[in-house]
């Protein structure tokens, strides 16, 4: 596993939305750059933890999943670092396009 930085431009894709019983959609959040645990395998898998203290997600988990054949990922935001199963912590899912900034 290797630490990167991204740059994670959430876009619109299929939407924005609260992980709870509402499910209601919200804006889309503002760009960020995200140190993050870069998961070995075919497709970007990473998660870190936002600092970013004028961001709206700071101190939020940011678990991101590129989409097979598409450049764009995935985004699940938690309040704690996700286990394995377990989405109790999970606040928010959308979408972004990452680019890796390098180490």
Known sequence: MEIGRLRVSPIYGW???LADSSNRAIDVPPL???????IDGPHLNAIGRLDQPSHSLHGMWIWLCQRTGLG???VCVYRARPKSGD???LIMTGFADVAHLGN
């Open 15 to 17: 939407g924005w939305f």
């Open 32 to 38: 960020f750059e995200l140190t993050a645990e870069i």
């Open 72 to 74: 764009d990922c995935n």
């Open 87 to 89: 989405d109790s912590s």
